[in-house]
């Protein structure tokens, strides 16, 4: 079994590898970069010229990692180290100083001139694959004391050891490190965090502009939320998350930071608290009460049609199960919408908020009631199947009635691949969270992979397939597991053997 959970480990990364990898290819490559733009208050604002238009295009298209790029400052700035006499006049002679530089330099730089102060500024288009490779390069991030190189901050200490600090007791903290607290304990879940290994899956632009992609899923949501803060120097009212502390040059702290840290505090940088759950939590919320309500339905649903298979009941349960499997995705939504509206349940989710238990009813339900109906059905045909097995005749020659049979022998027999199952449900949560969360303006991940496509967000994008890559594949995983664990007779070998 060991060399099973190896093997398909292994295959899961490569699975994730190879669908991150060709989402990648295929946003960045045939997706037009200037929709970005669309979405981009910034734009209009500082593009007000065709120099200042072009300059800012391309600071964006390099921060995104389409090309790499050389203002006419930097340009000279590097030139300068070839031959000196350089300017940024445009002059002819300078055109010939670059152009030798550029043709040094090679891999793909090329030379240009802005329409207006016919300046020069050099370009150069990065591969695809060069992209693919440096996402995966900085993929994993590890924190260590050498982390943190300040030219202003020379004398920086560096180390990681276990203390017990003022602002949030014993921990493991760190100095050269980017995070303060690498490892430390609190009352929310999961309890134990740590900051030595993360994840980074590039910046959000657009929307969110220039924010990490998982600090945006993974921070609370709506207006800050303000508690008694234990700071180093004293307790204080604040939103700020002191868990969140990271590196900052002290140089750039300004009075409220010294208020709260001290003078010479080099990691001052935090993130705040919300009062809104993140959206990762968000999703997980209406996607786990989903599950559960699938399960609810279609468990017991499933094994009366069994029982009582060919009877009126199971002629209609039969029936409404089709029914609701041939219904569209987006219909049975809006049935359910316009349903729980009339009851009183809100219709959307801002109605309410999250503070307001009613706010995640309907999408929870939509979310159960998706995949029960392939759920009844299929236990409902295996049950039906363990009813001509040899130990259900055995038993009812023993004399035991129906219902226990049902309940004692079939059913425990039926939980084995019901187990099984359940990855596919979780998968079938997070398909359907994208169109539930949109419709009624859910604030989670399956709504902020719709927006980030129609803002052409594209490092949001690949983030979010990342994420939900990670989830279903390794969920699979997950359900063979379970199934071994209740039932010890299922043997897993690498060659998928059982």
């Given at each position: 079994?060991?060399?099973?959970?190896?093997?398909?480990?292994?295959?899961?990364?490569?699975?994730?590898?190879?669908?991150?990898?060709?989402?990648?290819?295929?946003?960045?490559?045939?997706?037009?970069?200037?929709?970005?733009?669309?979405?981009?208050?910034?734009?209009?604002?500082?593009?007000?010229?065709?120099?200042?238009?072009?300059?800012?295009?391309?600071?964006?298209?390099?921060?995104?990692?389409?090309?790499?790029?050389?203002?006419?400052?930097?340009?000279?700035e590097?030139?300068?180290?070839?031959?000196?006499?350089?300017?940024?006049?445009?002059?002819?002679?300078?055109?010939?100083i670059y152009e030798a530089y550029i043709e040094k330099l090679g891999k793909g730089w090329k030379l240009y001139q802005f329409k207006e102060s016919k300046e020069f500024y050099a370009v150069r288009e990065v591969p695809v694959y060069e992209r693919v490779i440096e996402f995966y390069t900085n993929l994993i991030q590890i924190d260590h004391p050498n982390v943190i190189q300040d030219e202003e901050n020379p004398n920086l200490e560096r180390y990681i050891r276990i203390e017990n600090d003022p602002a949030i007791g014993w921990?493991?903290?760190?100095?050269?490190?980017?995070?303060?607290?690498?490892?430390?304990?609190?009352?929310?879940?999961?309890?134990?965090?740590?900051?030595?290994?993360?994840?980074?899956?590039?910046?959000?632009?657009?929307?969110?502009?220039?924010?990490p992609v998982l600090q945006v899923i993974s921070q609370g949501q709506g207006q800050t939320k303000s508690s008694e803060v234990q700071f180093p120097t004293g307790k204080k009212t604040s939103s700020v998350n002191i868990y969140s502390r990271t590196y900052k040059t002290p140089s750039k702290a300004d009075s409220q930071d010294i208020a709260k840290y001290g003078k010479g505090d080099a990691y001052t940088a935090t993130k705040n608290n919300y009062q809104n759950p993140s959206m990762i939590a968000s999703s997980a919320i209406i996607g786990l009460i989903g599950v559960a309500l699938s399960y609810l339905i279609a468990v017991p649903l499933g094994s009366y049609m069994a029982r009582l298979k060919n009877t009126w009941f199971d002629s209609i349960s039969t029936a409404a199960l089709t029914f609701m499997m041939s219904l569209p995705t987006i219909a049975l939504v809006y049935i359910v919408r316009l349903a729980g509206s009339t009851l009183g349940l809100p219709d959307s989710f801002p109605i309410l908020g999250a503070s307001d238990w009613r706010s995640y009813v309907l999408p929870s339900l939509i979310l159960g009631?998706?995949?029960?109906?392939?759920?009844?059905?299929?236990?409902?045909?295996?049950?039906?199947?363990?009813?001509?097995?040899?130990?259900?005749?055995?038993?009812?020659?023993?004399?035991?009635?129906?219902?226990?049979?049902?309940?004692?022998?079939?059913?425990?027999?039926?939980?084995?691949?019901?187990?099984?199952?359940?990855?596919?449900?979780?998968v079938g949560v997070i398909a359907g969270a994208t169109l539930t969360e949109t419709v009624f303006a859910f604030p989670g991940m399956g709504k902020m992979l719709i927006d980030s496509v129609k803002a052409s967000n594209n490092s949001m994008v690949v983030g979010l397939v990342f994420i939900f890559t990670c989830l279903s594949i390794f969920a699979l995983l997950i359900g063979d597991v379970l199934m071994t664990m209740l039932d010890p007779r299922i043997k897993l070998t690498s060659k998928g053997g059982k």
């Open positions: 079994m060991k060399k099973y959970i190896f093997m398909r480990i292994l295959r899961s990364l490569v699975s994730i590898f190879l669908v991150t990898t060709l989402t990648y290819t295929i946003i960045y490559t045939m997706v037009p970069r200037r929709l970005i733009f669309k979405q981009d208050p910034n734009y209009n604002k500082v593009a007000t010229t065709e120099d200042k238009k072009t300059n800012y295009e391309n600071t964006v298209y390099e921060r995104m990692g389409y090309v790499d790029y050389y203002d006419t400052k930097e340009l000279q590097k030139a300068k180290k070839e031959n000196k006499s350089v300017t940024t006049e445009p002059t002819e002679e300078n055109k010939k921990s493991v903290v760190g100095s050269g490190t980017r995070h303060k607290y690498l490892l430390y304990f609190n009352g929310q879940f999961p309890f134990v965090h740590q900051n030595f290994v993360s994840l980074n899956l590039g910046n959000s632009y657009p929307t969110y502009a220039n924010t009631l998706l995949s029960a109906p392939w759920t009844a059905v299929w236990i409902r045909r295996y049950m039906i199947d363990l009813q001509s097995q040899d130990f259900v005749r055995f038993a009812r020659a023993k004399g035991l009635s129906e219902k226990e049979i049902s309940n004692k022998h079939i059913f425990k027999n039926a939980m084995v691949p019901l187990v099984s199952s359940i990855p596919a449900s979780i």
